[in-house]
């Protein structure tokens, strides 16, 4: 038996304008398959971050606060209530990570399968936006299920609550981006985890409001919030999710901060992606 | 009417101060088998880079399928099948999922990929491994994986880079066998190689490259007449007294070449050779007559073995 008895032939059956217009789904369609087989995995570790995080630091720490604080709180709600929108960016914003920083570093250099993809009709701009997209969606699964663990911990207390959903994964999606440029550029790993994980992931971390309030810091360490895409993240999840006071003007702020650093991570993973792959 | 599916004139690539490919004139028409043969870092994978409408020329001219791949790359991309040098499979998935999502890649429908992959598992004899994770594949097995994916669109141009390297004897014949079909189903073959017996027995029609540059071009048995006696007599005396014995061997034949480890006399008549050098009196330890290949050629061109 002939293996090509209906051979067509690539120009009867391949549409390149088609691959030009859907392509990024293409890739987006192949990442999700392969993050599919850790999937126990990833709902394990979504599941788990807020239950650990809420019961030990929201309930255990909170209990301690909430009483030193005469019932008063932080920020005029109790201590879990105030913590958990800042864990819940911080929750996306670690997924994120994870499904930007080692697919790419995985098909540029581990395993190279950016290149083997980019010997089909797929540019550099598919194969970022097929990551970044891939990234999106761990980050809105982890980031729905950390609002239904702090739903079922009773610290959602606004209608428009179910919106921190929202800003969670545009904190996500933007500080994913930005890693995914970054390690785009990389051409040797080596210190990289360790000095992201320790200089830039746990600082940001600690440093941005995430336990109290940013103003409680010296004013010499403020900066670190404000660059921070935490904390922007977590002022807009406490005014979505119990009504913490902001202005009008912060809310702009917040907003197109987080969207501004969106959009230039993507277009940096583009034009990084194309040119390397185009070496 | 044959046309080229491949034209290339005076190109080059340069990596900084480094010239990887040094104006190469290339033509390969449709249904064609070509081969580009040299030693590594000949130049042979960036010219490869090049063609597959991946890596941007630094000068020349070059076009494939009447297409120039700097402005026309993904509708190239779309009519070729490529296999590099290293299997670039995606470890994560398994060796059906390999091929499916290489189909959707070129905007095949599902359903085609899905009565594809039937085929292409036939093809690459991996129907037991079809829902085997990669990395418990062979060597062979991944190889042959690599270029099934590749044919998942059915490519006009298959371009193969070192098909056979790091395989078995079993496996690479196993491996020509599959090339030998494509070639008769009409599909037009570029391949890369330092096997001379590899490009003897895939190629048409080849280039000799090396450092960048082409030293000859033609079908395998032109370049070995052109280049190269019928027939080779390889004698050996032991390495001390190789070198003592070239100056007296050189007046029996045409051309000798010294290896470190061996002697190669060139003649048109082996056997008969040999009993002359008997009739001298020179003993060499061991001797063998052969037919001339393209290493022989490559020596001849270069100076150099083909594999060091």
Known sequence: MSSFQERQGSLKIVDAAKVAARGALFVTEARLRAMLKWIWLILGIAIANPVLYLVSIGLGVGAYIDENTGGMGVDGVSYITFLAPALLATAAIQGAIDESVYPTLEGFKWDKIFFSMNSTPLSGNHIAMGVFFNSVIRVSFTAVIYWFVMLAFGVLDSPRAWLAIFTAIMAGAAFGALMQALAGLLENEDIFFTVLQRFVIMPLFLFSGTFYPLTNMPIYLQWIGWISPLWHATELGRWLTYGHEISSLMLYTHFIFLNSLLLFGVIASRRIFTRRLGK | ?308
């Open chain 2, 1 to 308: 009417m044959t046309q080229s599916l491949i034209h290339a004139r005076g190109l080059t690539k340069k990596f900084g101060d480094f010239t990887a490919v040094n104006g190469i004139d290339l033509d390969v028409v449709k249904g064609e088998s070509f081969g580009l043969l040299g030693p590594n870092g000949a130049g042979k994978s960036t010219a490869m880079r090049m063609i597959g409408a991946t890596s941007q020329r630094t000068s020349g001219d070059l076009t494939i399928l009447d297409k120039d791949p700097e402005q026309f790359g993904p509708q190239i991309r779309a009519h070729l099948g490529v296999v590099p040098q290293q299997d670039n499979l995606d470890t994560h998935l398994t060796v059906s999922e390999n091929l499916y999502i290489y189909g959707r890649y070129f905007g095949l429908s599902r359903k085609f990929v899905k009565n594809k992959i039937e085929e292409l598992l036939a093809f690459a004899q991996l129907e037991e491994k079809r829902n085997a994770k990669v990395e418990s594949l062979s060597g062979g097995m991944k190889r042959r994986l690599t270029i099934a994916r590749a044919l998942v669109s059915e490519p006009e141009i298959l371009m193969l880079d070192e098909p056979t390297t790091g395989l078995d004897p079993q496996a690479r014949h196993i491996l020509w066998d599959r090339l030998f079909r494509l070639k008769e189903d009409g599909v037009t073959l570029l391949i890369t190689t330092h096997f001379m017996d590899e490009a003897e027995q895939l190629c048409d029609r080849l280039v000799v490259m090396d450092k960048g540059s082409i030293m000859a071009e033609g079908s395998p048995a032109q370049l070995i007449k052109d280049y190269s006696t019928k027939e080779v007599l390889e004698v050996r005396f032991g390495s001390e007294r190789n070198a003592g014995m070239a100056d007296d061997l050189r007046q029996l034949c045409d051309r000798i070449e010294e290896l470190p480890d061996r002697i190669l006399m060139y003649t048109e008549d082996g056997e008969e050779l040999l009993e002359r050098v008997y009739k001298k009196n020179f003993h060499p330890k061991t001797s063998l007559v052969r037919r001339s290949s393209l290493e022989d050629v490559f020596l001849r061109l270069t100076g150099r073995t083909l594999v060091d």
